[in-house]
């Protein structure tokens, strides 16, 4: 028996615009919508490793600190692939201590996505503990 969790399955956020919210993640990270089994409002979203959850909401609570990060393979290209879309983002970090850098981006909602590089994995190495 093993008491530790196996994965997240999703994560889930408010959005104020479902439709603005699915054409977003689908062009910035790939995702693609679910249609929902049951009568529900909520917007699903996949990409098949991960899936994030939006519910509409009439306007954002803009003191919830709400936040995710997305661990990308590739981060020149990844950037590269931000300024094609003309999505802004912070000063990158690095981290020398661990072969790592980050940055964040913000969705339409304000809702805010750590972007994490870590190059021992993306060449094939382990993950960083």
């Known amino acids: 028996m093993s008491t530790r969790p196996r994965f ?52 954002m609570d803009r003191m919830a600190p709400y936040h995710f990060a997305i661990e990308v393979e590739d981060w020149d290209g990844f950037l590269a692939h931000l300024a094609e879309l003309g999505i802004r983002h912070t000063r990158p970090i690095e981290r020398p201590e661990n072969n790592s850098k980050f940055c964040y981006i913000h ?10 590089y870590h190059a021992n994995i993306a060449n094939g190495g382990g993950a960083p503990r």
């Open 8 to 59: 997240i399955h999703h994560v889930n956020f408010p959005t104020t615009d479902p439709e603005r919210t699915k054409q977003w993640y689908s062009k910035v990270f790939g995702l693609k919508a679910i249609t929902p089994k049951s009568n529900t409002k909520v917007v699903l979203m996949t990409r098949g490793n991960f899936d994030l959850h939006f519910t509409p909401v009439e306007e």
């Open 107 to 116: 969705d339409p909602d304000h809702t805010m996505i750590e972007l994490v």
